[in-house]
């Protein structure tokens, strides 16, 4: 009894990645980028900033001891813990976006929101930096006549020009970027290319289609 020979089949061919996806990959890896850049600049230069607050404070006749508890503007080595973290998480969804993988879309739908809401209120808190760190002054009974704006500005003097940009950068990407990587994976092109491909069943003896 012989075996019939097996049909050869045509291997499926490869999908195209639309430029949505590509567009939302390359904000992904910006991102996590930027939150680097940022994390290290704080640690280069956060000793300089501690310095300059407190020569700052030293000027108006105070010392950090005169500040909330805890208040500090160094940037210590284990804070790159979470940027790091967070930069790795960005990049594996990325390049698994990049390759179609539907599982890191959806958390890329979880992830990117939050993304959105902490960078808005990151931004939103060293808009407002000297005015919240006034309103902790006076909440523990500190000195009222403290400068707080011009401590701030001591601060951020300590940081190179280019520093504002990395801020700047990290902020839109974390906003309107991530608002663009939403939409960007839920277009008609990207559904097409994370949908899952059904396999065809081959029925020995039925009718072609």
């Given at each position: 009894?012989?075996?019939?020979?097996?049909?050869?089949?045509?291997?499926?061919?490869?999908?195209?990645?639309?430029?949505?996806v590509?567009?939302?990959?390359?904000?992904?890896?910006?991102?996590?980028?930027?939150?680097?850049?940022?994390?290290?600049?704080?640690?280069?230069?956060?000793?300089?900033?501690?310095?300059?607050?407190?020569?700052?404070?030293?000027?108006?006749?105070?010392?950090?001891?005169?500040?909330?508890?805890?208040?500090?503007?160094?940037?210590?080595?284990?804070?790159?813990?979470g940027?790091?973290?967070?930069?790795?998480?960005?990049?594996?969804?990325?390049?698994?976006?990049?390759?179609?993988?539907?599982?890191?879309?959806?958390?890329?739908?979880?992830?990117?929101?939050?993304?959105?809401?902490?960078?808005?209120?990151?931004?939103?808190?060293?808009?407002?930096?000297a005015?919240?760190?006034?309103?902790?002054?006076?909440?523990?009974?500190?000195?009222?006549?403290?400068?707080?704006?011009?401590?701030?500005?001591?601060?951020?003097g300590?940081?190179?020009?280019?520093?504002?940009?990395?801020?700047?950068?990290?902020?839109?990407?974390?906003?309107?970027?991530?608002?663009?990587?939403?939409?960007?994976?839920?277009?008609?092109?990207?559904?097409?290319?994370?949908?899952?491909?059904?396999?065809?069943?081959?029925?020995p003896?039925?009718?072609?289609?």
């Open positions: 009894m012989s075996i019939p020979p097996e049909t050869p089949t045509e291997p499926a061919a490869a999908k195209t990645r639309p430029g949505a590509t567009v939302a990959v390359w904000l992904q890896i910006l991102l996590a980028v930027f939150v680097i850049a940022q994390a290290v600049t704080g640690l280069l230069y956060g000793a300089d900033a501690q310095a300059a607050a407190e020569a700052e404070l030293d000027a108006q006749g105070y010392s950090l001891s005169d500040l909330p508890e805890g208040t500090t503007f160094e940037f210590g080595g284990i804070a790159l813990i940027p790091v973290v967070a930069a790795l998480l960005l990049i594996v969804l990325a390049l698994l976006n990049g390759a179609g993988k539907r599982p890191a879309r959806v958390i890329t739908w979880i992830v990117q929101p939050l993304v959105l809401l902490c960078g808005g209120f990151l931004a939103f808190s060293q808009l407002l930096a005015d919240l760190l006034q309103a902790g002054i006076e909440a523990t009974g500190g000195p009222e006549d403290l400068d707080a704006a011009a401590l701030f500005d001591a601060v951020f300590a940081y190179p020009a280019w520093a504002g940009i990395v801020d700047y950068g990290l902020f839109a990407l974390a906003t309107v970027g991530s608002l663009l990587v939403i939409v960007l994976l839920a277009v008609p092109a990207s559904n097409a290319f994370f949908r899952k491909e059904t396999p065809q069943t081959f029925i003896g039925a009718p072609a289609a």
